[in-house]
């Protein structure tokens, strides 16, 4: 399963401290509950993107001495399953709305803006939900603008720890996608 954790570090920060970051000690086990300290169980790597730059990155599992399951202390700047950060994914939706140039391939553009349009109606519940009283675009092209931006005063890691705790999917997950690999955060 993935743990969300704000390390309060931005992408290259996160890199260059690799294992040496301050991950979190967990003494309640959020897939089963018991008041025991999860124990260190290794690292795995994985690829983050920010700006065009590949980085390896440290995944730090622990593991609970009571159900056996394993975590993945992931960084709040990253959603499961994807490589770019989620800024830049903002940034590069931004630039999709906005009709701004980004270094970025068509393909790429087409398929997070076709992801977000799906999503885009939850989405506008969510952000409404958290208590914006802002009232809707009726163009779905302004709307998608208007949700973006207000993700971005939200700051965009505050934005993916908060949906996580109401929704089941990632806000970029595929429309049929119904996973539930994320346990909400203590
Ligand atoms: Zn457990």
């Not at 993107?49 to 990155?57: A, D, H, L």
């Not at 977000?116 to 779905?140: H, M, N, Y």
Request: hydrophobic share 40%; glycine share 4%.
């Amino acid at each position: 399963m993935i743990y969300y954790h704000n390390f309060q570090l931005r992408l290259l920060q996160y890199a260059e401290l690799g294992r040496e970051n301050a991950f979190p000690e967990i003494d309640c086990c959020p897939m089963c509950r018991a008041h025991n300290r999860l124990q260190r169980h290794g690292f795995y790597e994985r690829n983050a993107i920010e700006n065009g730059t590949v980085m390896r990155i440290p995944i730090c599992r622990l593991k609970c001495p009571d159900c056996r399951k394993t975590l993945s202390l992931l960084p709040v700047f990253l959603l499961p399953y994807f490589q770019n950060t989620m800024v830049f994914i903002v940034q590069l939706l931004l630039s999709v709305w906005l009709l701004r140039p980004l270094q970025v391939s068509r393909q790429l553009r087409r398929f997070y803006a076709g992801r977000f349009q799906a999503k885009q109606t939850d989405i506008a519940l969510f952000i409404r939900e958290s208590g914006d009283r802002q009232s809707c675009e009726v163009s779905p092209d302004r709307e998608a603008l208007r949700l973006l931006e207000r993700i971005l005063m939200l700051d965009p890691a505050d934005f993916v720890r908060q949906w996580w705790r109401h929704r089941l999917s990632s806000f970029m997950a595929a429309a049929d996608y119904r996973g539930a690999r994320v346990v909400p955060s203590l």
